[in-house]
């Protein structure tokens, strides 16, 4: 059964970091895409990073740059987000998906992603 488990999360005080994980289990993260996104209550969904497993391409929101470095351990077979610099507004229920298409560039978000984690919430609050 693919499955994708977010963890990591918790409260952090404004100007910290944080990195959550995204671990697959049922598949081999090698040969896809994975992106992360956030959803903070009333807000809609948004893309914060993808990283194309196989060759290490990222592409990152413009909210994300120069803060967040996404990578991957194909040992451990999971993706990570490293959070820095962290603002109130970066509050969210964080996610990992798995693209369907091999698309992490410009645009990457509208792109089908499918096997969801239930997510991990990350709140910035001092």
């Known amino acids: 059964q693919v499955q994708l488990e977010e963890s990591g999360g918790g409260l952090v005080q404004p100007g910290g970091s944080r990195r959550l994980s995204c671990a697959a289990s049922?598949?081999?993260?090698?040969?896809?895409?994975i992106g992360w996104f956030r959803q903070a209550p009333g807000k809609e969904r948004e893309g914060v990073s993808c990283i194309s497993v196989n060759d290490g391409v990222t592409y990152y929101a413009e909210s994300a740059k120069g803060r967040f470095t996404i990578a991957r351990d194909n040992a451990k077979n999971t993706v990570y987000l490293q959070m820095n610099s962290l603002k109130p507004e970066d509050t969210a229920n964080y996610f990992c998906?798995?693209?369907?298409?091999?698309?992490?560039?410009?645009?990457?978000?509208?792109?089908?992603?499918?096997?969801w984690g239930r997510g991990t919430q990350v709140t910035i609050s001092s």
């Open positions: 998906a798995l693209g369907v298409l091999p698309v992490c560039a410009t645009g990457w978000e509208q792109a089908p992603f499918d096997s």
């Open positions: 049922g598949f081999t993260l090698d040969y896809y895409v």
